[in-house]
C-alpha cells in the first residue's frame, strides 16, 4: 500500500490523454507534501493561453498552480520550491514580474529555471511545478 495518492482536483485541467496526475499528495504526520505536476497554460479546451506572450503564459500556469494549492487549502505562502522550464531564456523578466504578483510579500521559495528547447505542447513557452508543504 503506498502512502501517497495522486490527484486531479476539479476545475484544473488534467492531461488530455490521462499521461500524468496534477498533483502528488504525500502525508507526513502532521503536515502533507504536495508535489504538483508541471502546468502549462493551457485552458479547459486543452489549448494554449497566450500564444507567443510569456506574460499572458506566465499569469495562467501561475494561477493553474493556485488553482491546485486551494484544492488542499494551500496557498503560495505553502510553496517551498518551484521549478521553471523556459523555450526562451531571454524572456525570464516577463515571466519573473509575473511571479512577483504571486510571490509578492512572501518569502521567496528555492527555485531553478532552466531553459528548454521544446515543451511536450508546442505553442507552450513556460512550465513550472511547484512543491508545497501543508
Known amino acids: 500500500m ?17 499521461a500524468f496526475s496534477n498533483v502528488a499528495v504525500v502525508p507526513l504526520g ?6 504538483l505536476a508541471g502546468q502549462v497554460a493551457w485552458g ?14 506566465s499569469r495562467r500556469v501561475m494561477e493553474l498552480i493556485g488553482q491546485v494549492l486551494a484544492a488542499y ?13 523556459l523555450t526562451d531564456i531571454s524572456r525570464i523578466s516577463e515571466y ?7 510571490l509578492d510579500g512572501l518569502t521567496p521559495p528555492t527555485s531553478t529555471t532552466v531553459e528548454v528547447s ?8 513556460i512550465e513550472v511545478e511547484a512543491t508545497a508543504i501543508i
Open 44 to 57: 479547459d479546451d486543452h489549448q494554449i493561453v497566450g500564444v507567443d506572450d510569456m506574460r499572458a503564459q
Open 96 to 102: 519573473g514580474d509575473v511571479r512577483a504578483e504571486f
Open 73 to 85: 487549502g494551500a496557498t503560495y505562502k505553502d510553496v517551498i520550491n518551484l521549478r521553471t522550464f
Open 2 to 18: 503506498s502512502n501517497f495518492t495522486l490527484d486531479n482536483p476539479a476545475g484544473v485541467p488534467s492531461s488530455p490523454h490521462k
Open 30 to 35: 502532521e503536515r502533507t507534501l504536495l508535489m
Open 118 to 125: 521544446s515543451l511536450f505542447l508546442p505553442d507552450a513557452l
